[in-house]
């Protein structure tokens, strides 16, 4: 099996697993995979929303885990600056120490991720 069918297939399997999350009320995250000759292993989450306040799975990650960097569940998708570039705020890694604030930049769309302390609200 070689990396491009392997691609084909992923698109294959997520086109059918949305169907069984769709059924069940799920969210379906569908991220990568690994690939031998043989051996093709989709890595396949299905997660429940909890919190009533969330519309997503990556809303729900910032509603539990913004209160740790001293942010509101409110600040989800606020426009910040970051370094004079306009961002909006997409999640927090709290793994991550040095660097847990995950921004989206407003002109190129790209992620970056960033200190709390480098992180000005609009």
Known sequence: ??????????????????????????????KGGSFTDRVYKPRI?????VDSDATNVAQQEWNTYCHLLGFEKSDYLRHVLINGRRAKLVAIKPRNRKYPVIVEMLDDNSRRKCTQSSVYFL
């Open 45 to 49: 989450e299905f997660v429940e929303l």
């Open 1 to 30: 099996m070689d990396k491009e069918m392997a691609r084909v297939m992923h698109k294959d399997v997520e086109t059918v697993m949305a169907l069984v999350a769709e059924r069940h009320g799920v969210k379906l995250i569908m």
